[in-house]
């Protein structure tokens, strides 16, 4: 029977699910079993779209269907707790399995947290992540350093320090540091990334410390729940999965690569911060940078941390409208209401429509209040340094008092 704390090796007995899963299928066989037993109404997962470089959220309700979802998708940036909380009512109707990464773990916690997401109703698959790439700068990296035609790769992963393609005709790897040292590579968030292992979620599943023998393929999971552990246990009974301990020789490379990962991150940050400089250079540099901004609000769109029915940046008396760029305060605003509880997800960065690195400045004012504060957004359910206020009653409150100041900000 396993238990919370149990790190295991595990596979899918499913001889199709086998071969298609990145790494032995677990992932794959175990949200089949939670959707054939009843214990998830639906899994919300990622598929392949128009090409490789296209991942796509799936929301699937037929187990049969569940294999054409099996294997990760690295150039796909997508970010799911908010379709949650948009499309599936934050999950307070429905029982829904879903895989996640790092960002995606922390992104729910923060959703959580301000009661915008049921977490009782998921059983979250947490997915180890070294990184992933956008999709057009991929796109690029592949014909431009690898010299090969993006539309003919068929597969793409990381596997040890490298980025590996498939293609018509071959394959080619290039070290992940080479490519980013010549500005290719992961995403800078994914480079400055210190959330490896999504121990938030229910498992923590990936291939670092699987020490097989190379023919055999299976994932390490670390069972972080007891509803992680529940599910292992009973797919393991019904026969959807087979498992095993993992071996000490395998925890203590997991255990080394994560460590070196985190040291990893920890020199990008150092890097990418003192690109903005500090004091009045920082506050010119993002200037510069946001005086590009054409208000096409996806930053706020789809930042997790952002759900407001009623955005300040939309109130004409602190953003004048009809003006592009916006005034400063547009940015101010967002820096203000969100900078404590930032998940690095990279997002507004990702989806700006002019490229200006959102994502760099926020990331950077919420290191400093973590150092002020001590407070790690995602990283548990504790509450965000501004705490919870209900939006919905508190405008009423507002508008039955005529008062104009919240209150109760740290409501318990
Ligand atoms: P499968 O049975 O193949 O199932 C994988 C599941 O993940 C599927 O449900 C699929 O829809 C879902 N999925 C695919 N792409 C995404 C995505 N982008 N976002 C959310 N869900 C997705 N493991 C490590 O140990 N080290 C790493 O550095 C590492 N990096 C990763 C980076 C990314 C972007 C992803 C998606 C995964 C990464 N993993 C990493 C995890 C690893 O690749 C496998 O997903 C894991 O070992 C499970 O293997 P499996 O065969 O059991 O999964
Ligand atoms: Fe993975 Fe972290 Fe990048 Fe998210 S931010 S995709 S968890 S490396
Ligand atoms: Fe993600 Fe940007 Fe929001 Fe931070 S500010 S949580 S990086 S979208
Ligand atoms: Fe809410 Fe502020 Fe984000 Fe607007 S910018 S959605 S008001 S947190
Ligand atoms: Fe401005 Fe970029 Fe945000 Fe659009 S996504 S509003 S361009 S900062």
């Known amino acids: 029977m396993a238990a919370k704390g149990d790190l295991i090796y595990a596979s899918a007995l499913n001889a199709d699910i086998l071969a298609k899963g990145e790494c032995g299928g677990a992932v794959t066989a175990l949200l089949k079993y939670a959707l054939e037993s009843r214990l998830a109404d639906g899994v919300l997962t990622v598929e392949k779209g128009v090409d490789l ?9 037929d187990p049969a269907l569940l294999i054409n979802s099996a294997g990760s998708l690295h150039c796909g940036t997508l970010l799911i707790p908010k379709l949650i909380k948009k499309y599936f009512n934050g999950a307070r ?38 990184g992933s790439l956008s999709p057009v700068p991929a796109r690029n990296m592949i014909s431009k350093k690898y010299g090969i035609d993006p539309d003919c790769v068929f597969k793409e992963e990381f596997d040890k320090g ?30 400055r990334c210190m959330t490896k292992i999504p121990r938030q979620c229910d498992l923590a599943c990936g291939n670092w410390g699987f020490v097989g023998d190379g023919s055999k393929k299976a994932t390490f999971i670390e069972i972080c729940s007891e509803k992680g552990a529940n599910l292992v246990t009973k797919a393991e009974s019904a026969g959807a999965i087979c498992v095993s301990d993992a071996p000490e020789s395998g925890i203590a490379v997991r255990s080394k690569i994560e460590k070196s990962m985190l040291l990893l991150a920890g020199k990008a940050r150092e890097k990418q911060f003192a690109m903005l400089g500090s004091g009045k250079e920082r506050l010119n540099f993002i200037l510069e940078e946001t005086s590009m901004c054409i ?40 820096y203000s209401h969100i900078a404590d509880s930032c998940i690095n997800c990279g997002q507004c960065e990702e989806l700006c429509a002019m490229d200006i690195p959102n994502s760099l400045f926020m990331h950077a004012i919420q290191v400093e209040m973590e150092e002020m504060f001590g407070y790690v957004p995602g990283e548990d359910l504790g509450l965000p340094v501004l705490a919870l206020v209900e939006e919905s009653q508190e405008r009423k409150r507002l508008l039955d008092t005529g008062c104009d100041q919240i209150f109760d900000i740290f409501k318990n």
């Open 53 to 61: 470089y296209d991942a796509k959220p799936v929301y699937i309700t």
């Open 93 to 130: 109707d429905l029982k829904i399995a879903v895989t996640l990464k790092g960002c995606d773990a922390k992104a729910m916690y923060e959703l959580a947290k301000r009661e915008q997401i049921n977490l009782d109703n998921l059983i979250m698959i947490g997915l180890n992540c070294g």
């Open 295 to 334: 208000k096409c609000y996806q930053c706020i769109e789809k930042c997790p941390v952002c759900y407001c029915v009623e955005c300040s940046t939309k109130k004409p008396y602190f953003v004048p409208p009809g003006r592009i760029p916006p005034p400063f305060m547009f940015h101010l605003i967002r």
């Open 162 to 191: 490298k980025f590996i393609i498939e293609y018509d005709g071959g394959e080619k790897g290039i070290s992940v540091n080479e490519l980013e040292e010549e500005g290719y590579g992961r995403r800078l968030n994914c480079q």
